[in-house]
């Protein structure tokens, strides 16, 4: 670990703290908003295609993307984690609110996935379009 | 390479403060905006949730799909009116107090001139539709409306910045605050110009 | 700190106990509800099953929540003020995310296949009625049948009936909680659902939608009956009225079709052909008057064309300006169609 | 306790004087008037939250007299509606959301070692705001004319055609009068919490209530335009005849529920959030440790903020969407319990680890755990689609939503009524009466609310005036109606003892309970400016660590007491790194004067008086710039060149 990165490499670190610990969050509001605008309002329209695109499948790219998008937010926590163990006494604040948020990424992005996940099975057994 | 990697993923780099160092009245600004470009948000999205369940026709049959050269140059005096705001509030952060004032001067034309062409613009469609014809009547005038109420609260802010610059004894290099924030929320409304253009004027054409 | 306040503190909480255990004994009064734990359709019957399955979990963790906090309360309370660390999180993460997960999953996956099944409607060429929810009164008719009634439905038994819903005004919900969970009238859109009892009887439904003043007051009966007793309604519906047969009836037929009434209700076979009211070809043989507002008997039914104002306040039917000796001859006539 | 002696002031008797004289009041209606101070906005909020909630109870009591017994005549259906309807409006409104924001203000500078909140003409706004909406929304009871078609106010019945007259319109002006206050509040918390923590305090030292307010300041932010855009929209649609919700004319009823719901279910979290945060402040003094799994419990709060935006349509499951789309949401809604539980359980094991002191407050976090999850098991059945359309708008969910929010919020309100009445009036209450009180309201709300469930189940719909007494509903209702009058009588027994406390309570001590915050290290009630010499904070307990307290007394660094002005510290957003001193602003007619003009503009668009409105505006945008002004300076102090 370099002891003072430069002025790049902070912003990168920063933005792949942020990552770490929202990452998730945005993943699954961009599946739910996706997947249930598409659906609503493809099947209003009196239809099961999207441009051509079995809405079947419109609806599963909007489960796998942000399903995968997690995951690597999810890694990313990891590796924050990782980064701020162990947290002693006296070190530097910043590491242990790191830790703190790391933490709350973990969980956060396990929690999602889990959400994303439990609607891909509802794409399984249900037709996209049944009232 | 994989240095630049590694120094980003060690735990200096992680650990980074971002944001880091702004004043109580950037947030406070910046929170309003989030808050306002939710609202935005949610009256874009009422939109294209009537637009999708009206039928095949949109917009519905009775008026024609909006003309583009109008709003385009309307969009061509909006957005580029950000620019005399960033370039009056680097000025003033060095001091410089007429580039504030000629900056802001620029700005507050530009923005009259946006609002004189929607005024154009309305009164050659009140001929064809109005707010109560039906829903796309509802939706043009209040989303256009909206964000021209919005123009008209920026150039107020804008005005009234002028205002206290030409009085003297308001801003400097040491006190910019507000410029800062009205700056913002100027961006903001140029901004949201950016997502009607495509979405009342650009989406039907799609 | 307060050891001295325990037994006090104890018999405290034993009293609410004893309160409520007696207003429970005086609780279980009179009536038949209609209950969704009662179900008599397949609809219901999922739901009702899938209840027992969530009560009992719920009980389970409930049950764990308050041996835990039982436990703190008993062997945890000591005037100690020193203050202690450690952070034991596994019995938080085990007991708070790991265990929820799994119950959680389990019934998102139940609550899934009762999902799917509700969605399963009945066939295409099943038999199918229109509902359109009113303020305060259900329309019902049938496709292909000329006739309509009001806030009364009849279904054959052990067949999946189609039931689409429509609105004349505002929103409503069509709800049978012995047959099938509740479905929306929505403004502008047809909804559907559908039906299906498993034994004859009537169930009690409701408008669960608030839908303005007199929501309280729009209640319907669903009457499961054989294949042939459905069949000999839907015939009654497409016929005309039974016409008079004594001269009251006459007479009330006579006021009713030149007076007011006609201006809103239909009679079918005679020139009253309303249509802000409900269809009062068969009013003689409904089971209340204003949508469950009161019993449908003579004394009722002369109330509510006075002035129906004092019997569901808020109703659309205005006081009716009919002379006292005309009021027992229309009474007569409308007891007469059925 | 363990520290109940009076903290050694760090700062000298004339540094105390120029404190003073900066940021002290002399009482007069001029003061009265024009205070910014947050702990005397903060007890503001908190009285005229509590007359509203007095006024929305009193409209339950009597929606529960005539339901006491079935075809009951003693309402009429006209009266019930606006009942119900107000009722639901104030509480949720009017009450439940400035209760927690009283709290909020009152302590977040207090916890976090500020000494005021980071706009705090803004805060003296949002109160009269708040007060002016709420009587305006009030004042339509009387003439007859208040909102009637329940809380959510569903299309097409709101609309000009079902329901004519001035309800509607009272309702959905008085929701964005309303809103400008919660919206400004809500930046106020978040500045203030990322702004104005005392030097030390990083993310992961913030007290958990502090976390609770801002993550729900955050969900306001988010939450509130949507139903903001729904009443101007149902404005618009009533007065000046457009058609958003119109299907006759392309518009579409189903628009203002996704709307109003896209605010409405996380507002449920917006209420409960920061009363679970009131949870995790008052369980560490009564049980001598702080709260197992900080960092969970944190989790726990971010994760319920985010979801919660995204469950709303399990408020519409039976309106006859694609049953694809509710599965999403379906799942979401199932998944929100996970951090509802850990939360429950890291209280669970915060009992089970410490030493339980039980005193009133303690009691309320009880009855909280005990109510709260009842609400929450029935809360997860309504994530799944099928049940949820058998029970919704039923009596089940209303006995859902009330184990919710009072267990969720008016428990844990009455926990911190108890828990902090010392530190806001100075002044110990009496506890006899506190546990009287308590047991009638545990007792009461079960009372009422548990037989909800059952005449739910056993068919009876929600909002009904009345109801026949052929379903067998009556015994239940008249249980639940007992039950209402106990709760009330509960209710009545606190006010009986936040009076007693203040006219006869035994003086109360800094710190009475050997609380772990930092409220706890200054006077009861603190003086003007909160804390002699701001603290640097140490650890997440830093009136448990002497380091910490140690800072504000003998360890004293001048630069932290900042005497020679109106002053606070800013610090870093997310270390808590000194940055600057920053200046405060004193007393202004300003804010009163501001909310006085906004009223007349709401009052005005409610009586179509358009030209009157139009000046208001022109008024409320010349306050404004006034109050934004900037002062004159000398070139040299503003650094100007040219």
Not at chain 3, 224 to 248: H, I, K, V, Y
Not at chain 3, 289 to 295: C, D, H, L, R, Y
Not at chain 4, 558 to 566: C, F, K, N, P, S
Request: proline share 6%; with cysteine.
């Amino acid at each position: 670990m370099s002891a003072h990165p430069g002025p790049r490499a902070r912003l990168a670190g920063g933005l792949l703290f942020w990552y770490a610990v929202l990452g998730g969050a945005v993943a699954w509001a961009v599946h739910l908003l996706a997947g249930w605008g598409v659906d609503e309002l493809t099947c209003a329209s009196g239809s099961d295609h999207i441009g051509g695109v079995p809405l079947r499948a419109a609806v599963g790219a909007a489960v796998a993307l942000p399903a995968l998008a997690t995951v690597g937010a999810l890694l990313a926590a990891v590796l924050l984690w990782r980064r701020t163990h162990p947290p002693s006494e006296g070190e530097d604040r910043s590491v242990g609110r790191g830790r703190l948020l790391a933490v709350v990424g973990f969980w956060s992005n396990l929690l999602f996935l889990t959400i994303i996940v439990l609607g891909g099975v509802a794409l399984l057994v249900l037709p996209p379009c049944q009232r | 390479m994989s240095g630049g990697v590694r120094a980003a993923t060690g735990t200096a780099a992680l650990t980074t403060e971002l944001p880091v160092g702004r004043s109580t009245g950037w947030w406070g600004m910046v929170m309003f905006v989030v808050t306002e470009a939710t609202l935005f948000a949610c009256l874009l999205g009422s939109y294209f949730y009537l637009r999708f369940q009206s039928g095949d026709q949109w917009p519905p049959p009775g008026i024609a799909p909006p003309t583009l050269l109008k709003p385009l140059v309307m969009t061509a005096v909006l957005l580029p009116s950000s620019l005399p705001v960033i370039w009056a509030e680097h000025g003033i952060r060095k001091g410089q107090r007429w580039r504030l004032r000629a900056g802001l001067t620029a700005t507050l034309l530009l923005g009259l001139t946006f609002l004189a062409l929607q005024a154009s613009e309305y009164a050659e469609k009140l001929h064809e539709f109005t707010l109560t014809t039906n829903a796309y009547g509802s939706l043009f005038y209040v989303i256009t409306g909206f964000h021209g109420l919005h123009v008209l609260v920026g150039l107020t802010m804008i005005g009234w910045l002028l205002a206290a610059s030409l009085r003297g004894g308001s801003f400097g290099a040491h006190r910019h605050d507000r410029v800062r924030n009205a700056a913002i929320y100027w961006h903001f409304v140029d901004l949201v110009w950016a997502a009607i253009l495509f979405t009342i004027y650009l989406s039907p054409r799609l | 700190m307060d050891t001295r306040a325990d037994p006090t503190t104890r018999s405290r909480r034993l009293a609410p106990v004893a309160v409520l255990g007696g207003v429970l004994a005086l609780a279980g009064c009179s009536g038949q509800a209609p209950s969704a734990l009662d179900p008599a359709g397949s609809g219901a019957g999922r739901i009702t099953d899938l209840w027992w399955v969530l009560f009992w979990i719920s009980m389970a963790v409930f049950v764990e929540v308050m041996v835990l906090l039982a436990w703190a309360l008993l062997f945890r309370r000591r005037r100690d003020a020193r203050v202690r660390h450690g952070q034991p999180l596994r019995f938080v993460v085990v007991a708070g995310a790991g265990v929820p997960l799994v119950i959680l999953v389990t019934v998102y996956a139940l609550g899934l296949r009762d999902l799917a099944a509700l969605g399963d409607g009945p066939e295409p060429g099943a038999t199918t009625i229109e509902v359109t929810g009113h303020q305060w009164w259900w329309e019902v008719r049938v496709p292909g049948v000329a006739g309509a009634t009001a806030n009364e439905l009849h279904i054959p038994v052990g067949e999946k009936v189609r039931i689409r819903l429509r609105t004349a005004d505002v929103l409503h919900s069509f709800w049978v909680p012995q047959l099938m969970p509740k479905t929306d009238l929505i403004a502008g859109e047809v909804r559907e659902t559908w039906l299906r009892a498993e034994r004859a009887g009537t169930y009690r439904g409701q408008c669960a939608e608030y839908c303005g003043t007199q929501h309280a007051h729009m209640s319907f009966l669903v009457v499961a009956e054989p294949r042939r007793d459905f069949d000999a309604w839907l015939a009654r519906l497409g016929s005309p009225a039974p016409g008079p047969q004594t001269d009251a009836q006459r007479r009330g037929q006579q006021a009713f079709v030149q007076g007011s009434c006609a201006g809103c209700h239909a009679v079918r076979g005679t020139g009253a052909d309303g249509h802000i009211g409900p269809d009062l070809s068969d009013v003689g043989a409904r089971w209340s008057i204003g949508a469950g507002a009161v019993p449908n008997d003579g004394g009722h039914l002369g109330g509510w064309i006075a002035n129906s104002q004092t019997v569901k306040p808020g109703n659309r039917m205005p006081p009716q300006p009919v002379q006292a000796a005309q009021l027992p001859d229309l009474i007569a006539y409308l007891q007469s169609l059925k | 306790m363990s520290t109940t002696a009076a903290p050694v002031p760090g700062a000298s008797r004339e540094q105390l004087g120029r404190l003073e004289e900066h940021w002290g009041e002399r009482p007069s209606l001029r003061a009265w008037l024009t205070t910014v101070d947050h702990k005397k906005i903060g007890r503001r909020y908190l009285v005229t939250a509590g007359l509203f909630f007095a006024l929305a109870g009193l409209s339950a009591l009597a929606m529960r007299t005539q339901l006491a017994r079935p075809e009951s005549r003693l309402l009429s259906p006209q009266e019930y509606n606006q009942l119900f309807t107000m009722h639901g409006t104030a509480m949720i409104f009017l009450f439940a959301t400035p209760m927690l924001f009283g709290f909020g203000n009152f302590l977040v500078p207090l916890l976090i070692g500020a000494r005021d909140m980071a706009f705090p003409k803004l805060n003296a706004l949002g109160y009269w705001i708040f007060l002016f909406a709420g009587l305006f929304m009030w004042a339509s009871l009387p003439f007859g004319a208040a909102p009637n078609a329940g809380w959510f106010a569903y299309v097409p019945l709101t609309g000009q055609q079902h329901t004519p007259g001035l309800h509607m319109d009272v309702y959905s002006l008085g929701l964005l009068f309303l809103g400008i206050a919660t919206t400004a509040g809500s930046i106020n918390f978040i500045v203030t919490a990322l702004k104005l923590r005392a030097p030390g305090m990083s993310l992961n030292r913030v007290p958990l209530f502090v976390w609770a307010i801002v993550a729900t300041a955050f969900m306001v932010i988010f939450a509130l335009p949507a139903l903001n855009l729904d009443n101007a929209m149902l404005f618009l649609d009533r007065r000046f005849g457009t058609h958003f919700f119109d299907p006759a004319a392309g518009g579409n009823v189903l628009l203002w529920q996704h709307l109003f719901w896209i605010f409405g279910h996380p507002d449920v979290y917006i209420i409960v959030m920061p009363a679970l945060g009131i949870v995790s402040a008052v369980l560490p003094a009564f049980t001598r440790r702080g709260v197992v799994g900080y960092v969970l419990v944190v989790f726990a709060i971010v994760a319920i903020s985010i979801i919660s935006f995204g469950v709303w349509v399990h408020h519409m499951f039976a309106t006859g969407l694609p049953r694809l789309s509710y599965s999403f949401f379906s799942a979401a809604s199932t998944i929100i319990t996970i951090p509802s539980g850990i939360q429950i359980f890291a209280w669970l094991a915060t009992m089970l680890l410490g030493r339980l002191v039980v005193r009133v407050p303690l009691l309320f976090v009880i009855g909280f755990i005990v109510t709260f999850v009842l609400g929450g098991f029935t809360g997860t059945m309504f994530a799944l689609t099928a049940f949820d359309q058998q029970v919704t708008d039923s009596y089940f969910v209303v006995a859902h939503f009330h184990y919710v929010l009072i267990g969720g919020a008016v428990f844990p309100i009455l926990a911190a009524i108890y828990y902090w009445l010392p530190k806001i009036t100075g002044r110990m209450y009496h506890e006899g009466l506190g546990r009287w009180a308590f047991w009638l309201v545990f007792a009461g709300m079960h009372v009422t609310f548990f037989p909800m469930h059952l005449y739910g189940l056993f068919g009876m719909p929600r909002r009904v005036y009345t109801y026949p007494s052929e379903p067998g509903w009556d015994g239940w209702n008249l249980v639940s109606t007992i039950g209402s009058y106990l709760l009330a009588v509960g209710l009545l027994l606190v006010v009986v003892g936040v009076v007693h406390a203040i006219r006869r309570g035994r003086p109360a001590p800094p710190d009475p309970w050997g609380g772990d915050t930092l409220e706890w290290s200054t006077d009861s009630p603190p003086k003007s400016y909160n804390f002699p010499v701001l603290p640097q904070v140490h650890s997440l307990h830093p009136n448990w660590d002497e380091s910490s307290r140690e800072s504000m007394g003998a360890g004293a660094e001048a630069d932290r007491i900042l005497a020679d002005g109106r002053t606070t510290l800013l610090t870093s957003e997310l270390d808590g790194r000194r940055e600057r001193e920053v200046e405060m602003p004193g007393s202004s007619w300003q804010p009163l004067l501001l909310a006085l003009v906004m009223l007349l503009f709401f009052t005005a668009m409610l009586f179509a008086w358009y030209p009157v409105a139009a000046v208001a505006a022109v008024a409320v945008a010349g306050t404004v710039a006034t109050w934004l002004w900037p002062p004159r300076r000398p070139d040299r102090e503003l650094g100007v060149s040219a």
